[in-house]
Every structure is written in structure tokens, then in C-alpha cells.
T-cell receptor
Framework: SQQGEEDPQALSIQEGENATMNCSYK?????LQWYRQNSGRGLVHLIL?????REKHSGRLRVTLDTSKKSSSLLITASRAADTASYFC??????????FGKGTRLSVIA | SAVISQKPSRDICQRGTSLTIQCQVD?????MFWYRQQPGQSLTLIAT?????????ESGFVIDKFPISRPNLTFSTLTVSNMSPEDSSIYLC???????????FGQGTRLTVV
């Protein structure tokens, strides 16, 4: 298993703005997953992007993956107060348990 | 998808006692995992719970401290034994969640040891 490193550690934006958070990792991957955690609750899966994909959308979420730079980004457009949460990436290789970094704490101010 | 019921949602326990956390899944799943999240930190994998065999523990976690049961494909328990204040954390179970599949999480157990 390998661990992703999210950046920035914390992000504060106004409602309606876009939020971008990044994930870097060190070795080859099969896919990369993004999760959201609200207030120390269970994580919720957002998007899985495979190593042969460069971009994926889901509603207001846009994820990119650059395997040459070993990095991914998560963009949340038109953010809402309800998007306030911690966001984690999980780069994966093979059929192994997910490993999480420290996450990005996003605060969306109404 | 899978829906997980995790109990208790929170507890305050005395030093030296034990707490058993339960996870019930609404479908049969092969892989179940237990994580710990210390205050302000990320999730750390404690162990993989295998049905019909002993759990596989990660480095730094031992069976005597964190015994796990997995009696069938829908249920698992994690016990935090002989607790100390350092065990105060959120404990989370998850299912599936390997490199090929998304993970589903319980709502977590917020444990405070006093």
C-alpha cells in the first residue's frame, strides 16, 4: 500500500468559489480514489479514477490524474457550506487496503 | 454498495477497561478493515478482518490490545483492551476498499478514555 499526500493541509474559501486540492504520491498506481469526511465521521467515496484516465467528472467534482507527475487534483466548483469537510486521496496498487494521508481540511464560509 | 451500522457511536471509558465496537453490514462482504483516527490525524489501518481466520494486523498493532472477531461475512467486532488515554480516537470499520473497489465506512466510534 502507498500513501498519498494532500496539499494544502487547510483551505478556506467563500461560498460560490471553487476549491482545488492536490494529491501527490510516490510509486505507480492502478487507480486513485478521493474521499470526504465530515466532522470525524465515516469517509464517503467521491470518485475513483483509473491510471489510464486523465480526467473524470461527477456533478460539481472534477478530478484529474497525471501519472507522469504522480499527482492528482480534486476541484469542487461553486462550493457550498455543506462541502466543509476533510478530503483524502488514496492512491492504490493491486488488491490492498486503502491508505490515507492527512487530508485537506476545507472550510466553506457562507 | 454496502450500508454499515457501527456501534456505539461514542463512549467515554475508564482507564484499564475494554470496549467492544461492532460493525454490521447489510450484505456479505469479503474484506473488512478497522482503522483508527487519532485527533487531527489521518486514518491508520489497524487490521484486516478475515472471515474464518485470524485478523491480519499492521505494524504497531497487536492482537492482545486489539482483538478482532469476524464470525461471518456480515459482522465484525474490534475490542480495545486495557485502555489508556492514548487510545482516545475515532475507530472506523470499512468494507471492500481495496485497490480495485471503493470503500464503504461505518459512521465511526468516538472513544474517550479518562
Amino acid at each position: 500500500s502507498q500513501q498519498g499526500e494532500e496539499d494544502p493541509q487547510a483551505l478556506s474559501i467563500q461560498e460560490g468559489e471553487n476549491a482545488t486540492m492536490n494529491c501527490s504520491y510516490k510509486t505507480s498506481i492502478n487507480n486513485l480514489q478521493w474521499y470526504r469526511q465530515n466532522s470525524g465521521r465515516g469517509l464517503v467515496h467521491l470518485i475513483l479514477i483509473r491510471s489510464n484516465e486523465r480526467e473524470k467528472h461527477s456533478g460539481r467534482l472534477r478530478v484529474t490524474l497525471d501519472t507522469s507527475k504522480k499527482s492528482s487534483s480534486l476541484l469542487i466548483t461553486a462550493s457550498r457550506a455543506a462541502d466543509t469537510a476533510s478530503y483524502f486521496c488514496a492512491p492504490t496498487w493491486g488488491n490492498t487496503p486503502l491508505v490515507f494521508g492527512k487530508g485537506t481540511r476545507l472550510s466553506v464560509i457562507a | 454498495s454496502a450500508v454499515i451500522s457501527q456501534k456505539p457511536s461514542r463512549d467515554i471509558c475508564q482507564r484499564g477497561t475494554s470496549l467492544t465496537i461492532q460493525c454490521q453490514v447489510d450484505s456479505q462482504v469479503t474484506m473488512m478493515f478497522w482503522y483508527r483516527q487519532q485527533p487531527g490525524q489521518s486514518l491508520t489501518l489497524i487490521a484486516t478482518a478475515n472471515q474464518g481466520s485470524e485478523a491480519t494486523y499492521e505494524s504497531g498493532f497487536v492482537i492482545d490490545k486489539f482483538p478482532i472477531s469476524r464470525p461471518n461475512l456480515t459482522f465484525s467486532t474490534l475490542t480495545v483492551s486495557n485502555m489508556s488515554p492514548e487510545d482516545s480516537s475515532i475507530y472506523l470499520c470499512s468494507v471492500e476498499g481495496t485497490g480495485e473497489t471503493e470503500a464503504f465506512f461505518g459512521q465511526g466510534t468516538r472513544l474517550t478514555v479518562v
